[in-house]
């Protein structure tokens, strides 16, 4: 990405990832039985929570177009 990217295209391509990633997170079964699991999914349910934290922000300060 050059530092002459349109910010508006930049906002764009950074909530499809958030989205994507939410949709991935939102797909992913825990397997409480194996080891570790319990806190990875804590992991996760909180970097959704934050993914959706960042879209609220930048659809908040995007012109609609």
């Given at each position: 990405?050059?530092?002459?990217?349109d910010p508006c295209a930049v906002a764009k391509e950074m909530l499809a990832d958030l989205y994507f990633l939410i949709?991935?997170?939102?797909?992913?079964?825990?397997?409480?039985?194996?080891?570790?699991?319990?806190?990875?999914?804590?992991?996760?349910?909180?970097?959704?929570?934050?993914?959706?934290?960042?879209?609220?922000?930048?659809?908040?300060?995007?012109?609609?177009?």
């Amino acid at each position: 990405m050059s530092q002459t990217a349109d910010p508006c295209a930049v906002a764009k391509e950074m909530l499809a990832d958030l989205y994507f990633l939410i949709e991935a997170l939102d797909r992913r079964v825990p397997h409480l039985e194996r080891q570790g699991e319990a806190q990875i999914a804590h992991d996760a349910a909180d970097l959704r929570e934050r993914a959706v934290s960042l879209i609220r922000q930048i659809e908040g300060t995007t012109p609609k177009q």
